[in-house]
Structures are given as C-alpha cells and as structure tokens.
C-alpha cells in the first residue's frame, strides 16, 4: 500500500473518529438542548445537509476535474476538513432550529468540497491489482472502527461529561485529520503515478 492510500485512510479513519463521536447524542441533542427541537427538526437538519451536499458537489468535482495537477484535490480536500471540524465545535452553541439548519448548510458546503476529491486522490493513487482490498481497509478501518467505535465510546461520554465535550472532542480530531493531510501533501510530491500508455499508431 503506497504512502498516499495510507495517508489518505488514516485521515479518513481520524475524521470518521471525530464525527462518530456525534452518532448516538446529535438527535438527542437537538431534542433536549435546542428550543423548539423535535424529531421534525432532527429530519429537516439531515435533509438540510444531504440535499445541499449532493447539489454542491456535482460542480465542485467537475471543477476539480477540469484543473490540471493535484493542488485544486488536495486543498479542497483540506478546506472541507476544516469546515467540517468547524461545524461539530459550533453545535455547541445553537439554541435555535434555524441555527441547527444553518450549521447543517457550513456542513454540507464542507462535505461537498470532501468528498469529490478524496475520492479522486484515492482512485489516482490506489495500487493496481490491489483495488479491492485497500477499498475494503479504508471501509472497515474507517466506517467500521473509527464510525462504530466511536459511537459507542460517544454515548459513554456524553452521558458522564455532557455534549459540548463531545463537539469539543470531535472537533479536535476532525482537525486532527488536517496534520494527516499534511502527511498526504508530502507523500504526493514523492509520488509518482504510472504514466498514461500512448495509442499505437494506425497501420496503413
């Protein structure tokens, strides 16, 4: 597995950590802590985010299509860590639906400039005949350890310490993730991705 896969599943595995810890208290959260929060609310904030997610993206990967080289990737890449990490920090601090709708709109904007280049970078630099198994690696170690785990750890943690340690927490390790990245910047300057076979030439 080459330097930029194990960069790239590392990050995610952190990221996937910080945000599991939000799994199992968020509905609680908005249904207890938010006035006016409802299940209605809990619904209209994932559609908030799903929604908006998937209109931003379909731009944002096609404009990270048409730049040449990995900069535009990994700073997009970058930026929706950010704001990712950003939002979780800032849940905290809602009192209102409408504050829950906007947080929902930061993560959505994050989430779009996420998910289209890390899926890029990981397609460029996956190792050939090795696609499945680092497919699967990131899979489990991110969704199954860092998501599962997490969101046990997550209930835990609310119920002795509250939910802002829990945005606070998940915070720090979303941007935890950003050192990781980091990591990534250097290992794609030392990588050198297969060059593109050139079509034979017509025979006459």
Known sequence: MNLVIQSLIF????????????????????TQQVGGGD??????AAGVYWIL??????????????????DDDFWALFAGHFLMGLTVFLYQ???TPIHIYMLQGLLAIGGALLVPSW?????RHVDKHKEGFEWSINSSLSYGLGTGGAGVLGGFLAKAYGFNFIFVTGAILVWASLLMLLVLRRNLRNHQLPPIPKAPSPVL
């Open 11 to 30: 990050a995610s595995f952190i990221f996937e950590t910080g945000f599991g810890l939000l799994s199992p208290i968020f509905a609680v959260f908005v």
């Open 39 to 44: 299940v209605t609310v809990v619904g209209i």
């Open 53 to 70: 997610k998937s209109i931003l993206q379909v731009p944002v990967g096609r404009f990270l299509d048409k730049k040449q080289g990995e």
């Open 93 to 95: 601090f809602a009192r």
């Open 119 to 123: 899926y890029a970078m990981f397609l």
